[in-house]
């Protein structure tokens, strides 16, 4: 082996591989003949490897003496350097494994089977992909749009196989509306969330009692028994699957908190509505614009908004009261336990059971039929937040993909964009080292 291929094959960073040729090709595939002060051009690097020890068989990791078959030559993409292509050329054989009895193509030290692209190609792709979007990643490395797309969810699907599972005793269950111009038979899309974590564990069309029963019919018995409690909205047909499962009877119930205020103040809003803009000219001229301002916390007021909201109710003491209902059940939403929420859900509930307004009256039905998933808020305490913060996520990788149409290859996406493995150096370094783990051992 001379100094240049030595130096090439530590760069190279395989162990068991020698590199034997190291060759320019115009885009053609023309050998390039390159002269004193001729410029490269859009020439790409090609590394011949050949084998130096034992090769092993893909399938189960063990050693193969017997070669079954000798197959053509194989070229891989590899991480570019000095703004040249790189590419790996080898020659695999198709192996007689005395284990598994299979005749399968040996295991590569840079590649996963049935891949053209070596495994720290498709990390940095992956991490790429993660901040920007996936044709401008193409752009960036010269590659197809979809071949970028398939190397970025092997890299994911290489991350979340080396992670631990995570036992699912909180769970969180959302629907996400998928647009106007969504040409799908299916205008939402049922979200499973580990609170736990806040990371999506599944994605499925639709949002009845058959989407949830999909997952539920994933689920074992002993993972069914572990789940304390499942927060969702007041979407009924949530609460019938859950509830039409036998393996989860001992499973409480628990609302979302943020669904539970805009309930009411949806109430409080059309009280709004009846007040000024559906009684005469002058009163819609003073409501208007103050529809953020019924809604908005009264500790969250400042001295002017305040005077204001003071101002609106003077119009209509009934107004007032159903604001200061709503900021009781802001309250109470907050209990610290399931005795005193018991106590200020139940005050509210005598305060709006007597009232003539129509959205008062459905809003009294609504927290009488939910009350049992409201007081679970309390006694199980589930952080609900990170429903809504899925959701966040979600709108930002819609935004900046314009859309995705496999849903296992967005959950890998929101998976990877919850846990953030890139957030620290180690982070970011052990997401790297998953393209260049070590292989097996090898015997020379």
């Not at 070596?118 to 792709?125: A, D, I, K």
């Not at 005598?350 to 009350?371: A, D």
Request: with cysteine.
């Amino acid at each position: 082996m001379s100094q240049r291929t030595r130096i090439l094959a530590e760069i190279f960073g395989y162990r068991g591989w020698r590199i034997t040729e190291a060759f320019f090709e115009w885009p053609d595939g023309s050998r390039a003949v390159l002269l004193p002060n001729t410029p490269m051009g859009t020439t790409r690097l090609v590394l011949r490897v050949k084998r130096r020890w034992l090769p092993r068989c893909s399938g189960c990791g063990a050693i193969c003496r017997k070669v079954h078959a000798q197959l053509k030559s194989r070229r891989w993409r590899d991480l570019p350097w000095a703004e040249h292509e790189v590419e790996i050329e080898a020659q695999p054989i198709r192996v007689a494994c005395p284990r598994c009895g299979c005749c399968s193509v040996e295991m590569l030290a840079w590649a996963d089977p049935y891949q053209r692209q070596t495994r720290r190609l498709q990390q940095h792709l992956a991490l790429e992909a993660a901040s920007m979007p996936t044709m401008h990643v193409a752009v960036l490395y010269g590659l197809n749009w979809s071949t970028v797309r398939r190397a970025e969810g092997h890299a994911l699907a290489r991350w979340d196989a080396t992670r631990s599972p995570v036992p699912l005793h909180q769970v969180g269950v959302d629907e996400k509306w998928l647009g106007r111009r969504h040409k799908l038979k299916h205008q939402y899309v049922t979200v499973v969330s580990n609170l736990e974590t806040g990371e999506p564990i599944w994605i499925g069309p639709g949002r009845d009692e058959a989407t949830l029963a999909v997952w539920l019919s994933t689920l074992t018995v002993a993972e069914k028994a572990a789940i304390e409690v499942v927060a969702a909205d007041m979407h009924r047909p949530f609460y019938n699957a859950i509830r039409a499962d036998p393996g989860l009877a001992h499973a409480a119930f628990a609302h979302d908190p943020f669904h539970v205020m805009k309930r009411a103040g949806k109430a409080v809003s059309e009280m709004r509505k009846d007040t000024f803009f559906r009684a005469s000219a002058e009163l819609r001229s003073v409501g208007r614009g103050t529809r953020w301002l019924i809604l908005r916390p009264w500790k969250r007021c400042n001295v002017g908004q305040r005077a204001k909201l003071k101002l609106l109710f003077s119009y209509n003491h009934q107004l007032a009261r159903a604001y200061q209902i709503v900021e009781e059940l802001r309250v109470a939403l907050h209990a610290p336990d399931r005795p005193a929420m018991e106590i200020g859900l139940d005050r509210i509930l005598q305060r709006t059971q007597l009232r003539k307004h129509e959205h008062l009256r459905k809003l009294h039905e609504s927290l009488l039929e939910h009350r049992e998933g409201i007081l679970a808020l309390a006694e199980f305490g589930p952080p609900t937040g990170r429903i809504e913060a899925l959701n966040n996520n979600w709108e930002t990788l819609v935004r900046r993909g314009r859309g995705y149409r496999d849903y296992q290859y967005m959950l890998l996406k929101l998976r990877f964009m919850t846990a953030n493995p890139v957030r620290t150096t180690a982070g970011t370094q052990r997401f790297l080292a998953l393209g260049l783990k070590q292989p097996l051992r090898w015997i020379a």
